[in-house]
């Protein structure tokens, strides 16, 4: 959690009750990783009042946490159009599942030290947080793609998106709400498949912060 790509993320607290909740039901039974992949669908699927996508469950938690793995593993928010692609093509994610995907950040915000390359004159600390999509940031919508088509992408690697002629065709289909609402749903059941453990390999965490 402490890499920077994960700074803006919050929850953590909320998982660690559901965890709690689910340990006293059945003990060692249902993983970490299973509590965040059902959070995640059902942190963007409330405001319609039905599951988004179906989450395979079943997987098991990794015994390791490497803040390396995670700057290695994570583009950057300076990341250009090809480091984007290589990026995802690793994973087994395509351009269409990088442009989808790239959709969630209606929800996100970005710390300031990351925009200072751009902002020279940005005197905010590297705490302060800047909503990526200010119209929508409270929403999980398709505004995000609007936002680009204006130019107006917040970081390098939201910009990228538009450079290139195949990724710039999805973002233009995105701008269909009901379109990216059924890709995003496609795209994020491929990404829950990634790296998964079954079977023997891992653990099933008692608490999710820290290895059993």
Request: hydrophobic letters at 40%; one cysteine or more.
């Amino acid at each position: 959690m402490d890499a920077d790509p994960n700074l803006t993320l919050s929850g953590f607290d909320v998982i660690e009750d559901i965890k709690a909740q689910v340990e006293k039901k059945c003990p060692g039974v249902v993983s970490c990783a299973d509590l965040l992949a059902l959070a995640a669908r059902d942190s963007v699927s409330f405001q319609f009042q039905k599951p988004l996508w179906e989450v395979l469950t079943g997987r098991r938690d990794g015994r390791v946490s490497r803040i390396s793995e995670a700057m290695a593993e994570i583009p950057t928010p300076f990341s250009n159009f090809t480091t984007l692609v290589q990026s995802y093509a690793r994973k087994g994610l395509t351009i269409h599942d990088l442009v989808v995907l790239s959709g969630y950040t209606t929800l996100n915000r970005a710390y300031a030290k990351f925009l200072k390359t751009k902002c020279r004159s940005l005197s905010e600390t590297d705490t302060t947080t800047v909503e990526m999509d200010p119209r929508s940031s409270f929403n999980f919508d398709n505004n995000y793609y609007h936002v680009l088509k204006r130019n107006m992408g917040l970081l390098q690697s939201d910009a990228a998106l538009i450079t290139d002629k195949e990724s710039l065709k999805i973002v233009n289909e995105m701008l269909n709400p009901l379109k990216f609402f059924q890709e995003f749903a496609l795209s994020m059941q491929k990404a829950g498949a990634i790296g998964v453990l079954t079977g023997n390999a891992g653990e099933i965490r008692k608490k999710c912060y820290v290895v059993n």
